[in-house]
């Protein structure tokens, strides 16, 4: 079983930046695709971002791209998304996520990754 805990969410003013982690346990996080979503109330769960297990392939939403960036610290267990330019539209609920084999391929897509955290907040008072 992996743990993954999200941290840093909170508010913040339109326009801007926030940093979230996540924090991963187990000795094969190196070895993870990681992905970041974000649900509002009342919507579905949205595709933010994905990255390679190296961090050397990353993918994003149309909606953040060029604002959001995802990285990753295998050395620290952690992945991050650094958030800049913020918008109300991005008032939600982030989740990370891990998925097992690596390299990602449907990444967009929930039911592709293996772990979930728990979420947290990130609101953007306008």
């Known amino acids: 079983q992996v743990q993954l805990v999200e941290s840093g969410g909170g508010l913040v003013q339109a326009g801007g930046s926030l940093r979230l982690s996540c924090a991963a346990s187990?000795?094969?996080?190196?070895?993870?695709?990681m992905g970041w979503f974000r649900q509002a109330p009342g919507k579905e769960r949205e595709f933010v971002a994905a990255?390679?297990?190296?961090?050397?392939?990353?993918y994003y939403a149309d909606s953040v791209k060029g604002r959001f960036t995802i990285s990753r610290d295998n050395a620290k267990n952690t992945v991050y998304l650094q958030m800049n330019s913020l918008k109300p539209e991005d008032t939600a609920v982030y989740y990370c996520?891990?998925?097992?084999?690596?390299?990602?391929?449907?990444?967009?897509?929930?039911?592709?990754?293996?772990?979930w955290g728990q979420g947290t907040q990130v609101t953007v008072s306008s």
């Open positions: 996520a891990a998925q097992k084999d690596g390299y990602p391929s449907r990444y967009y897509y929930t039911v592709w990754y293996d772990y």
């Open positions: 187990g000795r094969t996080f190196s070895s993870y695709a």
């Open positions: 990255c390679s297990w190296s961090g050397g392939s990353t």
